[in-house]
């Protein structure tokens, strides 16, 4: 895998500058691809108030008094279930806040002080996922949209699947990866063809100090190196100011069109 600057990743070669930009071309760019680059919020003050551009920020047990969550090594209380994020390890791809019925909406990352060494930022594509999987591993595919085939958090998490249909030929991706995530025998086997796929179309990205990404957190998974170093970011969870549609846009193949009538698919924009 490459590692790569904020401006050439793939989905996006030109970061958007936040000091020229409106919400209203952020939100075009979240439609479109579900991600949006950022640069220049270097402040904590800048990073509160770019969030609260384009979203209505959603508290984390986590965060600070003004809604954002300050990421960074905090030794052994990185240890608990669920509080890897908190540590200096490796975490692989997930949804922010999986465990909830409804996860946040966007999750927006920015780097206030890089990490001596590692710490990159790992991103893949749900839409990318769910059509390599449809291409290679079909069965894997089915088998991840059945209700109730994965749990995410302790007793008091969220029983869902990795991915969730809509009608409208929409779909959504939830998962967790740590000890705090269970899945059902008929998925288990099917485990190896999504970690597999989500390490081919993994997108490594350095951030330097005021460079960041906003995500839609039911298309795009994210995951991070293990680093060293005092490396901190600011992290901000919250539902879009302008609504989206549920989940993203796939082929007719990978979803439940409108009226068909089948149970399976949802209307509602969480599962």
Request: glycine letters at 10%.
């Amino acid at each position: 895998m490459t590692t790569r600057s904020l401006t050439s990743v793939g989905v996006q070669p030109e970061p958007f500058t936040t000091d020229s930009g409106r919400p209203s071309t952020v939100m075009q760019l979240l439609h479109s691809q579900g991600m949006v680059t950022v640069e220049g919020l270097d402040t904590r003050t800048k990073v509160l108030a770019f969030a609260r551009q384009v979203m209505s920020l959603v508290p984390h047990r986590d965060s600070d008094s003004d809604g954002l969550t300050t990421i960074s090594d905090r030794g052994a209380a990185s240890r608990r279930p669920g509080l890897a994020g908190l540590g200096a390890g490796e975490l692989l791809a997930h949804t922010e806040r999986s465990s909830l019925p409804c996860p946040p909406r966007l999750m927006l990352l920015v780097c206030q002080q890089p990490a001596l060494s590692g710490g990159d930022v790992l991103l893949t594509d749900g839409r990318a996922l769910h059509a390599l999987l449809l291409e290679r591993a079909p069965k894997a595919l089915e088998t991840m949209t059945l209700p109730g085939t994965a749990f995410y958090g302790d007793g008091g998490g969220h029983p869902s699947q990795v991915f969730t249909r809509y009608r409208g030929e929409r779909v959504s991706v939830r998962l967790r990866q740590d000890a705090l995530a269970s899945f059902s025998p008929l998925l288990v086997p099917y485990l190896p063809h999504l970690r597999s796929a989500i390490e081919s179309l993994q997108q490594r990205i350095t951030l330097r100090a005021g460079q960041g990404y906003l995500i839609d957190n039911s298309r795009w998974l994210h995951a991070r190196t293990g680093f060293r170093g005092d490396r901190v970011c600011l992290r901000a969870l919250g539902n879009p100011l302008t609504p989206m549609p549920p989940g993203f846009p796939v082929p007719v193949a990978g979803a439940v069109p409108e009226g068909t009538g089948d149970g399976s698919a949802r209307s509602e924009s969480c599962d």
